[in-house]
T-cell receptor
Framework: DGGITQSPKYLFRKEGQNVTLSCEQN?????MYWYRQDPGQGLRLIYY???????QKGDIAEGYSVSREKKESFPLTVTSAQKNPTAFYLC????????????FGQGTRLTVV | GENVEQHPSTLSVQEGDSAVIKCTYS??????FPWYKQELGKRPQLIID?????GEKKDQRIAVTLNKTAKHFSLHITETQPEDSAVYFC???????????FGKGNQVVVIP
């Protein structure tokens, strides 16, 4: 079954802890993205990667980090430096950066407790 | 970077009527404009897209129009049905950064 998978679906974190959100795709897509979704804020770009071993900051990268060691994987780490990490996080991928349909994962809801 | 704005933020329509959502963008180099639909608790999914070499595209009850001079594009839904109720996001890409920038979304409510 092809697609893009995020895990876990729900995640709880204590303040001061780092946490990593997983995103895996078997669509052979080059580009991958991480978005944060808050009520009334739409989809805000955190990081994006156009090719393996390369990634760029989006609009709200502070307090986040990513890696792209494999084409199919683009994990997002929410660090303790992120002041307001509670949100819904969406990962997406596309064949070519920005110019084709982006396919989204089902999202991870992160709650800081 | 690219700035994408959507209007109105919320739209209520009677079943059977038409709904129109408008987006404006700032980067004149953008050349790809998709629309995504997100139902409650689900992931966004592409419903229609348009590239800068055309002015209009239709797919059954859905159409998108593009005005590159004015830097805006619109989603048109005709004969609305209750299952059209969702949040709709516009996006653009193809500018200098080649990244996909989204608007804040429109909540469309179709009243039976």
């Amino acid at each position: 079954d092809g697609g893009i998978t995020q895990s876990p679906k729900y995640l709880f974190r204590k303040e001061g802890q780092n946490v990593t959100l997983s995103c895996e795709q078997n669509l052979n897509h080059d580009a991958m993205y991480w978005y944060r979704q808050d009520p009334g804020q739409g989809l805000r770009l955190i990081y994006y990667s156009q090719i393996v071993n390369d990634f760029q900051k989006g609009d709200i990268a502070e307090g986040y980090s990513v890696s792209r060691e494999k084409k199919e994987s683009f994990p997002l780490t929410v660090t303790s430096a992120q002041k307001n990490p509670t949100a819904f996080y969406l990962c997406a991928s596309s064949i070519q950066r920005g110019h084709t349909e982006a396919f989204f994962g089902q999202g991870t809801r992160l709650t800081v407790v | 970077g690219e700035n994408v704005e959507q209007h109105p933020s919320t739209l209520s329509v009677q079943e059977g009527d038409s709904a129109v959502i408008k987006c404006t963008y700032s980067d004149s180099a953008s050349n790809y404009f998709p629309w995504y639909k997100q139902e409650l608790g689900k992931r966004p999914q592409l419903i229609i897209d348009i590239r800068s070499n055309v002015g209009e595209k239709k797919d059954q009850r859905i159409a998108v129009t593009l005005n590159k001079t004015a830097k805006h594009f619109s989603l048109h839904i005709t004969e609305t049905q209750p299952e059209d109720s969702a949040v709709y996001f516009c996006a653009s890409s193809g500018g200098g950064n080649n990244r996909l920038a989204f608007g804040k979304g429109n909540q469309v409510v179709v009243i039976p």
